[in-house]
């Protein structure tokens, strides 16, 4: 029996015959790099799957989320090292005091 040109799976078993393009409108964006800015590391799966398409607008969303997923790591490292040094601060001035003899 043969299958339309158009058929995404098998009539008969079920069977995926080709890969299902993963969506690419505005509200599907937005999402994507709310969820790779928010949720960092977490939303690399969903950017990798969307940089291997062959479509160039699924591919372009791959680029901005593995870049968006970079800025997050980067500024949560910064906010991080900004913490640390203020809540260290106190502690290192009286650390400084007790080695000069106070």
């Known amino acids: 029996m043969a299958l339309p ?3 995404n799976f098998c009539s008969q ?14 509200s599907r964006q937005i999402a994507l790099y709310l969820a790779s800015f928010f949720l960092g590391p977490l939303a690399i799966g969903f950017a990798i799957k969307y940089f291997k398409q062959s479509d160039e607008k699924a591919k372009k969303i791959g680029i901005v989320m593995i870049l968006i ?6 500024l949560t490292f910064w906010v991080a090292n900004d913490f640390f040094q203020t809540l ?9 005091l007790n080695s000069l003899g106070y």
């Open 5 to 7: 040109g158009t058929a």
């Open 13 to 26: 078993c079920g069977r995926s015959l080709r890969a299902i393009a993963p969506p690419t409108t505005l």
């Open 69 to 74: 997923i970079a800025v997050s790591i980067g």
């Open 88 to 96: 260290y601060a106190p502690l290192n001035s009286l650390n400084s």
